[in-house]
């Protein structure tokens, strides 16, 4: 990559955290998406995992299907969610909920749909109280999704996490 490459790209993605930041200070912007990152971390890697470890029982879907694939082998396969979990814990060492995936996040973002906001709210203390045994309690204690730094309105807050939930990194 060029250096008039590599400073177009840097203006580029400056510009695209600025939109998203919106009215937010640069260090409350940086909390909520560093959480978003942390959580889509640890969702893809947990995707891998659980692909691997259910092998050919990995749900094949259609390409439009908006359901995560571990939302689907869960839907299936309720008498086996509880020794799929202890084994997940025993391999990776943490489990998260097929609504608290990555790909069920973004898909709620693209739509902006009203549960968004719970659905997160749901993931992140699921994530500090149940995931990992509580190693990461108060991991999220920063992230406020009920702040009126992210709109005053149900539909705003909504808005502007969609956004920033939507364009992170390789959603």
């Known amino acids: 990559m060029t250096d008039q490459n590599q400073k177009q790209l840097g ?5 695209i955290a ?6 937010m ?5 940086r909390d909520y998406m560093l959480a978003f990152l942390f959580l889509r971390y640890l969702s893809d ?3 891998v995992a659980a692909k691997k470890e259910l092998g050919s029982d990995y749900p094949k879907f259609a390409a439009d299907d908006p359901r995560v694939p ?9 008498g086996d969610v509880v020794d799929f979990e ?5 391999k990776v060492h943490y489990v998260i909920k097929p609504d608290h995936l990555w790909g069920n996040i973004a898909n709620l973002a ?6 968004l906001l719970d659905t997160l709210r749901d993931g992140f203390k ?11 309690l108060g991991l999220f204690s920063e992230i406020n999704l009920g702040s009126e730094k992210l709109g005053r309105t149900h539909a705003d807050k909504t808005r502007s996490s969609a956004k920033s939930s939507a364009r992170s990194p390789t959603a």
């Open 18 to 23: 600025d939109q998203l930041r919106g009215a």
């Open 11 to 15: 203006k580029t993605l400056w510009n």
């Open 45 to 47: 890697n947990y995707e």
């Open 126 to 136: 699921y994530i500090e109280t149940e995931s990992f045994q509580r190693a990461f």
């Open 70 to 78: 571990l939302a689907i082998w869960y839907a299936n396969n309720p």
């Open 25 to 29: 200070n640069a260090d409350d912007f």
């Open 86 to 90: 202890k084994q997940m814990r025993r």
């Open 110 to 115: 693209r739509n902006q749909s009203g549960d």
